[in-house]
């Protein structure tokens, strides 16, 4: 059982009002962040930290996202109650539980063969009906397409053609675009076979998204 005590609950409230005051408006995103309990995600050694408005490391060289950031690429995803919605880059874990908090049915990929094994038996043992597959974020899930949500969780060069195809008609891809520096939101809408509608929103840092599968 994980311990979520009046005092986490009041410190995620706090931090709820941050999220909020940096702009992000949509009520069922803040009320998802208010739901989840960020410091069973973290390691011990950042447990003090775990309701400030940022990022930290986790293992296997990855980082838990600034809630801000989570809330953020959240809100841009518009999500409906019971959509299917990819994750690429399970990583914490985190995110995949704010999204199942949404009312979503989450499947979520993850490279790193540690990341997926520790978020896969964390977020059980919270209880949340999350679909877990150690793949290549790159490849997505061709089989269980189409999607209508895509989101990924780390920096890639360009908007993954294999990803952007695996949306339904009318899906939204929300996904950081750059150098291993900076990159920008980009959010894409699938409005036609072939045809796309693609809108930037601002400059984040988030570690780079990688081809391939580790086993450490």
């Keep these: 059982m994980i311990e979520d005590s009046f005092q986490h609950q009041g410190l995620r409230r706090k931090l709820v009002e941050v999220v909020k005051r940096k702009g992000i408006s949509d009520l069922r995103v803040l009320d998802a962040l208010m739901k989840v309990p960020r410091h069973a995600f973290m390691d011990s050694t950042f447990l003090r930290f775990a309701y400030q408005d940022q990022a930290f490391p986790i293992s296997s060289g990855q980082t838990i996202s600034q809630p801000y950031t989570v809330a953020f690429q959240t809100q841009l995803l518009d999500l409906q109650d019971h959509q299917k919605v990819l994750e690429v880059g399970t990583g914490s874990g985190y995110q995949a539980a704010v999204l199942a908090e949404m009312g979503v049915r989450v499947f979520t990929v993850e490279r790193i063969r540690k990341l997926f094994a520790d ?13 877990f597959f150690y793949g290549d974020g790159y490849a997505g899930l061709p089989a269980y397409a189409p999607f209508d949500r895509i989101l990924v969780t780390a920096g890639a060069p ?38 796309f509608e693609t809108t930037t929103h601002g400059s984040f840092v988030f570690v780079p998204m990688k081809p391939g599968l580790e086993e450490r």
Excluded: N
């Excluded at 978020?119 to 679909?131: C, E, F, M, T, V």
């Excluded at 150098?179 to 809408?189: A, G, Y």
């Design 158 to 195: 360009a908007v993954p053609e294999t990803l952007i195809t695996q949306l339904a008609i009318g899906g939204i891809l929300v996904v950081p675009v750059g150098d291993r520096e900076v990159q920008v939101m980009t959010r894409c809408i699938r409005t036609g076979e072939d045809q």
């Design 119 to 131: 978020s896969q038996a964390l977020l059980r043992k919270l209880g949340y009906p999350i679909r």
